[in-house]
């Protein structure tokens, strides 16, 4: 079984709609990250927590925000989506107390905003 | 802005051949640099890794070089295979960022058969 996990794993929406995706991790991990990947441009972060009190901005955090529900669930939520939000989007985890700065992905959900 | 700088875009290799890929940063309070690989449909997954008290570390076929004066690292696959086919990925993050990565823009090695 997988212990990052995303859903939706694919979505279609329209511009201006309001778009929730989901991370669930059984790793037991504290922190939990939001990336978006684009072609040549890596992987960027959005946001990230290091505990479910924790929220904090990244790289690119304009349009997007976020919520960590409990230790095991982060979600991502587009307000208002546009296109330019057309993008592979990652949830990662990794743990304070692993003695490793290892994050473990997600599959991945592919957004496409028309 | 981008931190990491990672060349080449994509890399075509002959299997048995060796891939380089390599990056270059500038932010000199980064002290960990992973590399990670991905596959068609899979997220990233963590290859191999190197802090700055070493110039190399060797996980099989996979070695990364660190050149902390010249604020360069790379990644050497020997003896390429197919199965090697992926994205890689070089990230860097500082103490104080905690686990925050920084990546690099990415390379698509093919290897041929």
């Known amino acids: 079984d997988a212990d990052v996990t995303q859903t939706p794993r694919n979505r279609i929406t329209k511009t201006g709609k309001r778009i929730m995706l989901e991370c669930s991790q059984t790793k037991g991990h504290d922190r939990m990250y939001w990336y978006r990947q684009d072609p040549g441009l890596g992987l960027q972060l959005i946001y990230y927590s290091f505990d479910v009190k924790d929220i904090n901005k990244g790289e690119i955090s304009d349009g997007y925000s976020v919520s960590r529900q409990a230790q095991a669930k982060f979600s991502l939520s587009l307000e208002s989506a546009i296109p330019n939000q057309t993008a592979l989007y990652f949830c990662a985890t990794s743990s304070l107390g692993a003695g490793s700065d290892e994050q473990f992905f997600g599959p991945g959900t592919r957004l496409t905003v028309l | 802005q981008q931190q990491v700088k990672q060349s080449p875009q994509s890399l075509i290799v002959q299997k048995g051949g060796i891939s380089i890929i390599n990056c270059a940063y500038e932010n000199t309070a980064f002290d960990y640099f992973p590399w990670y690989q991905q596959f068609p449909g899979k997220g990233p997954a963590l290859l191999i890794a190197i802090r700055p008290d070493v110039s190399e570390k060797k996980e099989g076929r996979f070695t990364i070089s660190f050149n902390k004066s010249a604020k360069q690292f790379s990644l050497h696959i020997m003896d390429s295979q197919p199965g090697d086919s992926a994205t890689y990925f070089c990230?860097?993050?500082?103490?104080?960022?905690?686990?925050?990565?920084?990546f690099g823009e990415g390379t698509q090695l093919t290897v041929n058969p």
């Open positions: 990230a860097a993050s500082t103490e104080t960022s905690g686990s925050r990565l920084t």
